[in-house]
């Protein structure tokens, strides 16, 4: 069967900013939601950016493993649920020792059970303008929930309430935005 592959705006590979603990964090390309005030307007279009295969992401990962210690993954987007492949990717990244956190504009209920059953923490819901949530980390309207999957990351919650410094993580490599170090050179598009 031919490999899953991903639509990636752009990877940060050890960021402290996208979640508990050191994490590699993935921008998705697209998003089919659109909601006003989304910080990550740029990331609508449902167009191709990075192509990755499978393989090809999870590489990344494992040696971001090993580089940096990374504790888990987050997805990000864009909407990261419209990758065909998160499930298996999912199921992978946690094969290898990680978390996966997903944050999702959907509400959880209609997330597949096969998708809500391979990552550790959910974060749903679409941005909401007029119900905006100044006391969470990373999450900008009260309309969105954590909800804990597995108990990986319940010790964490706290996390989300206790605000964090400002940092600046980045480098710029082409298009690609990845901290950290460099691995991944810029994909053509397939
Ligand atoms: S669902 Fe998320 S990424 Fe999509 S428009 Fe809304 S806030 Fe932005």
Redesign the pocket.
Known sequence: MESAKFNIALINRCTMTEGPEKRLAIWFQG?D???TG???PE??DLKPAHILTLDELLAIITQTKEEFGIEGVTYL???PILQQGLAELSQAIRAAGLGAIL?T?RKAEELTDTLKTEVDLIVDG??EQDNLDDKRNLI?SKNQRLIFITERYRKHEQWFYTPRPKRVEMNLVGDLFITGDVVMEQKANS
Request: net charge positive; aromatic share 18%.
């Open positions: 998003c939601k659109r909601c989304c910080c990550n990331l609508f987007g864009g909407e944050f504009g679409g941005f900008g």
